[in-house]
């Protein structure tokens, strides 16, 4: 199965390169091989890709704005900053994109739960809600420092319908909610469903995730093109596990003149162990079903990470992102704490626009480099989510 323009595709046992695969337990192998096969069969046919379409328009507000952010650029001085506004989507984040399409292959199985993690609640909440629209019952499963940090999107879940599960194990956050809600599907992996977050797991997630991501960069390319008369000089995205970067990535992965660049927490410092810079300090590794770049200890357990942003701090990174970055087409750099708060007041302050402190990671990339560019120069950013989720916190840490 080979897409046009969706880039390197696995090979048929989900490898890209060396990394991703299947490396799960034999009695899980026949229910992820199911769900493999049965989006194979759908993902292509008129019917699945028009409902969709459909709810892409119709339910999620697609496609969204590519937005020139005149007085950020202004501000910066050099390079002209253009945001591809994910954060405008129904439920607040790109998530959602993947959400629908995961739900949608659900019912089409006939599934009868949906099982899955969530860090800052984001990909919760657009579970939730996608499935609520779809008519399946959902089981989110939520590290405790999460729910506490992220209390809006908890008592949206929970409105949502589905039933959350508060996760009180190791560093009570997104890879301990991950191990959680993993044990709990595979309870009963032939009747249910497992929706995992990002572009990780166990092959097929990380291709149908970024192939349900793509439409990102299908419409910013597009988009960008009409308005600009050229392509960006760099196409700049956030990176916790990579679906919102490489559904803008993969548009442009064949535009060798494009500037690819990742951007990872680097939390209070690379030199601390306070970061979640796995491609940047991590070493090839396996976790949850998968091999990739990992923040591990020597005993090959993955180490506990930090991010301000919890959508960031997963101590592995999509298997294609690994990849990218091996072959080259892909640079990854990071943001620390720091820089992305003030990356988060400037844009609020600048444009009115509040972002995510994830995606205010890649807002403080583009800040960072656009001076040094001339202003014949683009940089195309991914505003992956809005930053409602985080106001409060922000507001207290900064003392508003
Ligand atoms: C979850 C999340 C991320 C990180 O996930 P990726 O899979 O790396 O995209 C980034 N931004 C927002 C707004 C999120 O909710």
Redesign the pocket.
């Known amino acids: 199965m080979s897409k046009p323009g969706f880039g390197p595709m696995p090979d048929e046992k989900g490898y890209f390169g060396e990394y991703g695969g299947q490396i799960i337990p034999p009695d899980l192998l026949k229910a992820i091989n199911d769900i493999a096969a049965s989006y194979a069969e759908i993902c292509d046919t008129d019917v699945f890709q028009n409902e969709l379409r459909d709810l892409y328009s119709h339910y999620v507000g697609r496609p969204s704005p590519l937005f020139f952010s005149e007085r950020l650029t202004a501000r910066q001085g050099g390079a002209k900053i253009f945001f591809k506004r994910e954060d405008l989507n129904h439920t607040g984040?790109?998530?959602i994109n993947h959400c629908l399409g995961e739900a949608l292959l659900a019912k089409h199985m006939g599934k009868t739960k949906v099982i899955a993690e969530t860090?800052?609640g984001?990909?919760g909440v657009a579970l939730a809600a996608a499935c609520a629209l779809v008519g399946i019952k959902c089981e989110i499963h939520m590290g405790k420092v999460d729910i506490e940090k992220e209390h809006p999107n908890v008592t949206k879940i929970k409105i949502l319908g589905a039933d959350l599960i508060c996760v009180e194990r190791g560093t009570m956050t997104l890879k301990d909610a991950v191990d959680s809600a993993f044990e709990e599907y595979l309870k009963d992996p032939e009747h249910w469903f497992y929706a995992i977050?990002?572009?990780v797991g166990p092959h097929p997630f990380p291709m149908m995730v970024r192939d349900f991501q793509a439409v990102v960069g299908e419409e910013a390319r597009e988009q960008f093109l009409q308005r600009e008369g050229q392509l960006p000089d760099i196409v700049t995205a956030?990176?916790?596990?990579?679906?919102?970067?490489i559904g803008l990535f993969t548009a442009f992965l064949e535009d060798e003149e494009v500037d690819l660049v990742g951007i990872e927490p680097a939390g209070l410092g690379l030199e601390t162990a306070e970061n979640a810079a796995t491609m940047t300090l991590g070493t090839k590794g396996g976790l949850h079903g998968f091999k990739c770049y990992i923040l591990q200890d020597e005993q090959g357990e993955p180490l506990p990470v930090y991010s301000i942003a919890s959508?960031?701090d997963y101590p592995g990174v999509g298997p294609q992102h690994c990849y990218l970055k091996d072959l080259g087409r892909v640079r990854y750099d990071t943001v620390d704490d720091h820089e992305c708060l003030d990356a988060f007041m400037v844009l609020s302050r600048t444009e009115g626009i509040i972002p995510?402190l994830?995606?205010a990671h890649a807002v403080a990339y583009a800040m960072k480099i656009a001076k040094d560019m001339s202003p014949e120069q683009t940089i195309l950013v991914n505003l992956?989510?809005r930053g409602d989720k985080d106001a409060d916190f922000v507001a207290d840490r900064l003392k508003l």
């Open positions: 984040a790109h998530k860090g800052a984001q990909h977050g990002s572009v956030c990176v916790g596990g990579g679906s919102n970067a959508g960031l995510a994830e995606s992956s989510g």
